[in-house]
C-alpha cells in the first residue's frame, strides 16, 4: 500500500488545529545533507533508499522532511501517521507510517496498519538524524530494503528494579515496487513482494546499558523484467548493544540477513559540552565469495549549535575487496577508474527536530 500527494499534504495542513486541539500532537525533524565523493567514483550512503554519490557534490541524495501527526481518540486509542518527503525520491511526500495504536492494558498495546519493521535498534528513528550523532546510520549495517510493512504488533513493557523490559511481536506483509536499490543494481525495474513476515524483539535496558535482539523471517518473491522470478524464505537476525561511561559510548550491531549476507558495526562517541565526536567501523560482506565485501572506517564530529539543531562533519573511507554481483564491476556501484573500488567521500549536514 502507497499512500502519496493527497494525504501526506492533508497530515501536514493538520498542524495549525494542534493549537486549538488538545488531543492532535504535530512533531517533526529534517535533515539536510550535502556529500561528494573525492576519491573513487561512487558510494551507497544509504542503501534502502539508493542514496548514491558519485564526484559532483550533491544536497539531495540523503536530504529529507517529516512531519508526524498522533491524535488521541481516547484513554486508550491513538492514531499516528508520518509523512516523508527525501531527496532520494525527488521530494515527493509519501505517508510511510499510518497506524492506530490501542492500549489493552498499561503496559500493554496493539498496533495495526502501515509500521516501521523493528529489525535495527535504531529502526524508530532511522530518518531522524538528530537522534544519533553520526551524519547518517552505518549504511553497511543498515541495508535491509525491508523497512516498513503492512500488519499488526504487540507490544509489553515491564520492570524488574532499575532494569527496563520491552517486547514486540508482529506480523504482517509488504510490497516493493521498483525497490531502489535493486533496480539500480539490476539496471531494471525489480519488484518484492514481502508475505507471511513474522517477528520478534526483546530489549533489555538500564541507565547506562542496552541490549537488544530481534528476529525476523518472510517469504520473499523477486521480479524483474529481464531476470524472471525468485523465490527466496528469508530470515534477518540482529543484535545490539550500548554501553555509557559518562560521556563515552560504545555501540555496536550485527546482522544476518540469510540467505544473502552478514553486517555490523561498532562506534565509540565522545561528548564535549557541545560537541561530539565519534569514530566507526563497518563491515558487509555477501554469502558469495568475491561478491560484494567491503569495510568502512568513519570519524566525524556533531555540533549542537542551538536547542534542537545539530551541525555534523563526516569523512569516510570505504576499502572494496569484491566485484558487483550483478554487473562484475569494482565496487560499490561504478566502475572506479583505478580499479579497485575504493572510495573516500566528505559530508556535512544539519539536523533539527520540532
Known amino acids: 500500500m502507497k499512500y502519496t500527494l493527497p494525504v501526506a499534504l492533508a497530515a501536514m495542513v493538520l498542524a495549525p488545529a494542534a493549537v486549538a486541539n488538545d488531543n492532535l500532537h504535530i512533531s517533526g525533524f529534517g535533515s539536510v545533507i550535502g556529500a561528494q565523493v573525492v576519491d573513487g567514483s ?162 533489555l535496558s538500564t541507565d547506562d546499558t542496552i541490549v537488544k535482539f530481534s528476529y525476523t523471517e518472510a517469504d520473499m518473491t523477486q521480479v524483474g523484467s529481464v531476470w524472471g522470478t525468485s523465490e527466496y524464505a528469508i530470515q534477518f537476525h540482529d543484535v545490539y548493544v550500548q554501553q555509557s561511561f559518562g560521556d563515552l559510548t560504545l555501540r555496536a550491531e550485527y546482522n544476518r540477513y540469510k540467505p544473502f549476507y552478514e553486517s555490523y558495526f561498532a562506534s565509540a562517541s565522545y561528548r564535549l559540552d557541545q560537541m561530539t565526536y565519534y569514530v566507526m567501523y563497518s563491515k558487509f560482506k555477501l554469502d558469495e565469495p568475491t561478491f560484494e565485501e567491503h569495510d568502512t572506517q568513519s570519524v566525524g564530529v556533531r555540533y549542537d549549535l542551538a536547542p534542537r539543531m545539530a551541525l555534523k562533519f563526516d569523512v569516510t573511507q570505504m576499502n572494496d575487496d569484491g566485484v558487483n554481483p550483478f554487473t562484475q564491476a569494482p565496487n560499490p556501484v561504478n566502475n572506479d577508474p583505478d580499479g579497485d573500488g575504493d572510495v573516500v567521500i566528505i559530508s556535512t549536514g544539519i539536523d533539527f527536530i520540532f
Open 42 to 203: 561512487g558510494h551507497v550512503a544509504d542503501y534502502p533508499n539508493a542514496g548514491i554519490y558519485d564526484d559532483q557534490f550533491d544536497l539531495a541524495k540523503e536530504s529529507k522532511f517529516g512531519l508526524q501527526a498522533v491524535a488521541t481518540i481516547n484513554d486508550r486509542t491513538r492514531f499516528t501517521t508520518q509523512a516523508m518527503s527525501r531527496g532520494a525520491n525527488d521530494f515527493e511526500p509519501q505517508v510511510e507510517w499510518m497506524f492506530v495504536n490501542y492500549a489493552i492494558q498499561e503496559d500493554i498495546e496493539v498496533q495495526a496498519g502501515k509500521l516501521r519493521v523493528p529489525v535495527y535498534y535504531f529502526s524508530e528513528y532511522m530518518d531522524v538524524g538528530y537522534a544519533y550523532p553520526w551524519i547518517r546510520v552505518p549504511s553497511d549495517a543498515y541495508s535491509l530494503d525491508l523497512t516498513n510493512f503492512n500488519g499488526v504488533q504487540l507490544n509489553y513493557r515491564t520492570y524488574m528494579g532499575s532494569l527496563n523490559i520491552a517486547t514486540a511481536l508482529y506480523a504482517g506483509r509488504q510490497t516493493n515496487n521498483g525497490d531502489p536499490l535493486m533496480s539500480y543494481l539490476f539496471d531494471q525495474t525489480i519488484d518484492r513482494d514481502f508475505t507471511g513476515i513474522v517477528g520478534a524483539t526483546l530489549e
